[in-house]
């Protein structure tokens, strides 16, 4: 456990003194490591095969920091350590998941209502828009009232795209990056 905790703090200490940084998550199976990988095959797993695994990648010159929810208050507590020096959040949904995608958006309410994430920009990837029982972008605007709970605090927007055909991955990444540039560079 301790070299876990030792890999962690080096982890975090490199996000906060990376200038610009994107936090990557959502719940696992959603596509987060499969868009890494079409990034840079060479991306990083700094926690190996824990229970959590907390993986790093580049994307221009953003450090991208990338893992899973859960809901556990441990586990969340970690997570807010790369929460305060992020510049934007990219959430990853399955939106092929029926079965899921409730407990999707729950994390993603539980994200956005952080203090630590009022001001940051939001992207979502409603991943997995290449099978046949994927619920759309417009249609989880609809049902889990995205209007509602994002246009009031950020920036934010919801791009579908397929990870594993390689569709609309960098449409979203472009728009997130070129929104922190204005704003901070």
């Known amino acids: 456990m301790g070299s876990v ?7 975090v200490n490199y996000f906060k ?21 079409y990034l840079d095959s060479n ?7 824990i229970r959590y695994p907390v993986n790093r990648n580049k994307y221009k010159d953003y450090s991208l920091i990338s893992f899973d929810m859960y809901n556990n208050e ?6 807010s350590q790369y929460l305060t020096f992020t510049n934007g959040i990219v959430f990853v949904i399955d939106s092929a998941d029926s079965e899921r995608l409730e407990e999707s958006f729950k994390e993603l309410r539980f994200l956005i209502n952080k ?18 029982d994927s619920i759309s972008p417009n249609e ?12 009031n605090i950020r ?3 919801i791009q579908g795209c397929s990870a ?11 728009w997130i990056t070129k929104l922190i540039d204005e704003k901070y560079w």
Not at 17 to 37: P, Q, R, S
Not at 115 to 132: G, M, R, S, V, W
Not at 140 to 151: A, E
């Open 5 to 11: 905790m030792n890999t962690f703090n080096k982890t």
């Open 17 to 37: 003194n990376n200038e610009k940084n994107l936090v990557v998550t959502g719940l696992d199976g959603a596509g987060k490591t499969t868009i890494l990988y």
């Open 43 to 49: 991306y990083t797993n700094l926690m190996g095969n």
């Open 74 to 79: 441990k586990i969340r507590k970690i997570y």
């Open 115 to 132: 203090t630590e994430t009022q001001d940051k920009p939001l992207l979502i990837f409603a991943n997995k828009q290449d099978l046949k």
């Open 140 to 151: 989880m605007i609809k049902k889990y009232k995205l209007d509602d709970i994002c246009n």
């Open 155 to 157: 920036k934010w927007k």
């Open 164 to 174: 594993t055909y390689i569709i609309g991955i960098i449409e979203g990444l472009d």
